[in-house]
């Protein structure tokens, strides 16, 4: 079995997502070969380290690709993707992030060897609140119109992402994870002189800085750490945060992350964020924007709690999280959750069953 994924948006937890995956895979290199085709158009990304970071057993290939709509670097991409693709001869094809999910699929229409489909969104593009509602209804119309002329199914990575899926099409749940085994590895107990609360990922609309800033601004009494950068970090003002700036090391991020007390996810849309997945696998509690993603992740008042603005309720929450009792209990209910659903080798095991059942029955057919 020959396998293709091809992303665009390899930064942040897509990018912790494909290593898991490489390893996954590649381990499997006697069943099955994968190729990972990917763009190093992202500010975070090292290109020399995805080579040292992913596993040597999977295929990795290099095709620019951009976020932002662009006819001719689009028509440019979807080109070098076709020659790729052909020399390839896959079996199947999975697309992650819309971009790609738009460019592979028009991409496998030209090939003589139709492959069997399947597309991640990662978080769809029409539920980004950066955006016009124009565009964002232009950006459904996309999604309904590509599924119904370039039939692929869903691998939804997360619930709600799943419902909003099984309305466009086809789809099936196969959720994000993490090695939980790898990553608690990592855990240590926090030992803060004041209560510390730090987010990991890139300061962008997405992750919604300015909440997050104005959330410290509102707690002066608590330190706050962002571990990442970005382009929106002058919105970062307030003076009882700190900035650590680009991690390349994943050692290096988990270090920052389990010294935590309390882990905030401030976004303003995701798909199924692996940050929050990697803090509940070093048994943080975790308080997180009520939106999709989130919600499918923390459960209110057992892990952490989903907050909507910042009011009165937000200051409950975090006097009851001054409790460092409290926050440990909250952890292991976090930690057990991680470990009934969010388990990546569990995950990517369901992941390739289907791929074997799909593969199997359209083999079959066309005998």
């Known amino acids: 079995m020959i396998v293709v994924h091809v992303v665009e948006a390899l930064g942040g937890g897509v990018y912790s997502y494909f290593k898991a995956l490489s390893f996954f895979f590649g381990n499997l290199n006697s069943e099955i070969e994968t190729y990972i085709i990917y763009s190093g158009n992202r ?3 090292n290109p020399l380290k995805v080579k040292e970071e992913f596993s040597p057993d999977v295929n990795l290939i290099e095709v620019p690709m951009i976020r932002e709509f662009s006819l001719t670097k689009d028509a440019k991409s979807t080109v070098q993707l076709i020659k790729t693709l052909k020399k390839i001869n896959a079996d199947i094809i999975h697309l992650h992030s819309s971009k790609a999910g738009v460019l592979g699929r028009i991409s496998n229409f030209f090939l003589k060897k139709k492959s069997l489909v399947y597309y991640t969104p990662h978080g769809y593009s029409f539920i980004r609140t950066d955006i016009s509602k124009l565009k964002k209804t232009a950006y459904k119309l996309i999604e309904s119109k590509m599924n119904y002329f370039f039939e692929a199914t869903t691998i939804s990575c997360g619930d709600t992402e799943h419902e909003i899926a099984c309305g466009i099409g086809k789809s099936s749940l196969i959720r994000n994870g993490v090695n939980i085994k790898h990553i608690s590895k990592h ?6 002189e004041k209560l510390t609360i730090g987010i990991v990922g890139r300061i962008t609309e997405a992750r919604n800085p300015q909440i997050f800033n104005n959330i410290a601004l509102r707690y002066p009494k608590y330190n706050f750490i962002w571990i990442g950068d970005g382009h929106l ?8 945060i700190s900035v650590t700036g680009w991690l390349f090391n994943e050692t290096d991020v988990l270090r920052h992350l389990t010294s935590i007390d309390i882990y905030i996810q401030t976004s303003s849309w995701e798909g199924l964020p692996i940050a929050i997945l990697e803090a509940m696998a070093l048994r943080k509690p975790v308080v997180a924007t009520n939106i999709i993603g989130n919600k499918d992740i923390v459960l209110h008042n057992e892990t952490g709690f989903l907050f909507e603005t910042i009011d009165a309720s937000l200051d409950t929450y975090f006097t009851i999280l001054e409790d460092a009792d409290k926050r440990l209990e909250m952890g292991e209910k976090g930690f057990k959750r991680c470990e009934n659903l969010f388990d990546i080798n569990k995950n990517f095991n369901d992941l390739y069953s289907i791929y074997q059942k799909d593969l199997y029955i359209n083999n ?3 005998k």
Not at 187 to 192: A, E, G, R, Y
């Open 233 to 240: 970090r002058k919105e970062i003002t307030a003076p009882n």
């Open 187 to 192: 855990f240590k107990m926090p030992q803060n």
């Open 364 to 366: 079959n057919k066309q």
């Open 43 to 45: 500010s975070e990304i």
